[in-house]
């Protein structure tokens, strides 16, 4: 079998994420190596073995590891059919210096859930348009990240808080085209943003980013009843654009927009 490099990488608007990475190797071997940033790190094929601070370690499929910034490691597959894996590089912002001693001493998490956490974010992450909910995820996986490394430091659930959930309602009623950043909504409503999307989860049964694609098919049924197309219809709801659009329509309403355009009598 030929050696496979397969890479796809890119910066989305992200505050925190420095890059997303996305690679096949089978054969290729990382060489001691240092990044100013945080490495999170997913296989979703094969395994890596890699040494970080003199110390072998290895991520097969159910680990989450987390490499810390200006730690040297490398990185190898640890089986002849290679690897595939994800990658998001976060800079200190998202996990400062405090951090760095008890991500060296235990840099691989067996934890299912913030497994599934990572993997729902570097979905959200492959789909423009989508930036309230990779923040969103994001924040509630720094928050799960947080709670392994420094458990004695985690704050107590948060409580049911429906003023703030409201609060974040109304701005995202008002905001429903252009949208609004997490991180911008927690200094507005002066919420810490993890407890900003857990206070609303909590409230509604519904996630911020959840809520706002919801409201905006629901605007988009009614400009597509009145004739609109489809790319006018994105355009007008606050979606990346047309395939966006459809792609969250097909999900809620069932047909696509050009369908459900055509079906009105």
């Known amino acids: 079998m030929a050696p496979q490099r397969n890479v796809f990488a890119w910066r989305p608007r992200i505050p925190g994420v420095v890059e997303v990475f996305h690679a096949h190797f089978t054969e290729y071997a990382y060489p001691m190596h240092v990044h100013e940033a945080w490495t999170l790190l997913i296989v979703d094929d094969g395994a890596v073995r890699y040494d970080l601070d003199r110390h072998?370690?290895?991520?097969?499929?159910?680990?989450?590891?987390?490499?810390?910034?200006?730690?040297?490691?490398?990185?190898?597959?640890?089986?002849?059919?290679?690897?595939?894996?994800?990658?998001?590089?976060?800079?200190?912002?998202?996990?400062?210096?405090s951090f760095i001693g008890p991500a060296v001493d235990a840099p691989d998490l067996r934890d299912p859930v913030l497994r599934l956490r990572v993997g729902q974010l570097h979905t959200a992450l492959t789909h423009p348009g989508d930036e309230l909910e990779a923040e969103s995820r994001l924040t509630l996986v720094g928050e799960r990240l947080r709670a392994h490394l420094r458990p004695r430091l985690v704050a107590e659930a948060p409580r049911r808080d429906s003023v703030l959930a409201r609060r974040?309602?109304?701005?995202?009623?008002?905001?429903?085209?252009?949208?609004?950043?997490?991180?911008?909504?927690?200094?507005?409503?002066?919420?810490?943003?993890?407890?900003?999307?857990?206070?609303?989860?909590?409230?509604?049964?519904?996630?911020?980013?959840?809520?706002?694609?919801?409201?905006?098919?629901?605007?988009?049924?009614?400009?597509?009843?009145?004739?609109?197309?489809?790319?006018?219809?994105?355009?007008?709801?606050?979606?990346?654009?047309?395939?966006?659009?459809?792609?969250?329509?097909?999900?809620?309403?069932?047909?696509?927009?050009?369908?459900?355009?055509?079906?009105?009598?």
Do not use: W
């Open 56 to 97: 072998e370690h290895g991520t097969p499929h159910d680990t989450v590891s987390l490499l810390p910034p200006h730690v040297p490691h490398n990185g190898s597959p640890a089986t002849e059919h290679g690897f595939r894996k994800r990658v998001l590089y976060l800079d200190l912002s998202r996990l400062d210096e």
């Open 168 to 265: 974040l309602r109304e701005l995202l009623d008002e905001r429903l085209v252009e949208g609004i950043a997490l991180d911008e909504a927690a200094r507005i409503v002066q919420a810490h943003p993890a407890h900003l999307v857990r206070a609303f989860s909590s409230a509604y049964g519904i996630a911020p980013h959840q809520y706002l694609t919801s409201r905006r098919v629901d605007r988009a049924r009614r400009l597509l009843l009145d004739g609109r197309p489809p790319g006018d219809v994105a355009a007008a709801t606050g979606f990346y654009d047309q395939s966006h659009l459809t792609r969250h329509f097909k999900r809620l309403v069932g047909v696509s927009p050009g369908r459900y355009r055509s079906s009105s009598r």
